[in-house]
């Protein structure tokens, strides 16, 4: 069985600050990690994935994730937030049968 | 490479009809799911389709059903329907390894509203 659990529903930051959206997984195979984002009524867009190669994984537009196997977390950070960064993002876990889990998504607000 | 494609984008049908929403993948891409998208809860999964056979189902009733065509192609059809199943329909679209490791390609979705 797999599981996501995104630990903050939503997030509130600044324009110009550190971006910070936590996921851990619960896991029983090696998984693959993804992180999307959504903008209101758009499907889901790929940020990043990580799929047991390089744990700090680089996505579009400036974030990056870190996969850590001791803390089953897989958090989502950018350096500092653009107003466009206000979107839902969701954390996904994926097996080798093919079945994507997702969170429950947390919305990110930019503050200008 | 063409994104992938869902039609029609926005619907309203009364309770207790039948609608249609259809799929174009992107060209290659051999797996197709379906996802349903709710303000109460969030993305759910409905079925993913691969080589026209369903692989995976969640948990959703009979009256929830898909097909996949030879050219990958998908259509969801919802019967009977119910108030509660107004929300945004999700498609998306993989090379559908088995692996775990193809990233999802998502469409636009299809806005369902049920009055």
């Known amino acids: 069985a797999q599981s996501v659990t995104q630990l903050d529903s939503h997030v509130s930051v600044s324009e110009g600050t550190p971006v910070l959206l936590r996921c851990n997984y619960s896991?029983?195979?090696?998984?693959?990690l993804f992180w999307y984002v959504q903008h209101p009524n758009k499907g889901l867009q790929l940020l990043l994935k990580y799929t047991s190669a390089a744990t700090l994984v680089k996505g579009i537009n400036g974030f990056e994730a870190e996969f850590k196997k001791s803390e089953t977390s897989f958090h989502l950070t950018k350096p500092s937030a653009h107003m466009s960064d206000a979107a839902e993002y969701f954390c996904v876990v994926s097996t080798n049968a093919g079945k994507s889990t997702f969170g429950d998504g947390t919305t990110l607000t930019v503050k200008p | 490479k063409a994104g992938v494609t869902q039609t029609p984008r926005y619907l309203i049908k009364t309770r207790g009809q039948q609608v249609t929403l259809s799929c174009s993948p992107i060209?290659?891409?051999?797996?197709v799911s379906w996802y349903q998208q709710t303000p109460g809860q969030g993305l759910q999964f409905l079925f993913e389709y691969f080589s026209e056979t369903q692989r995976n189902k969640g948990n959703f009733p009979g009256r929830f059903s898909g097909r996949q065509f030879s050219n990958s192609r998908s259509e969801m059809n919802v019967s009977t329907l119910e108030l509660g199943d107004s929300a945004l329909y999700l498609c998306?679209?993989?090379?559908?390894?088995?692996?775990?490791?193809?990233?999802?390609?998502f469409g636009n979705g299809t806005r369902l509203t049920v009055t």
């Open positions: 060209s290659g891409h051999r797996s």
């Open positions: 998306a679209s993989s090379l559908g390894t088995g692996t775990g490791n193809s990233p999802l390609h």
């Open positions: 896991s029983s195979y090696s998984p693959s």
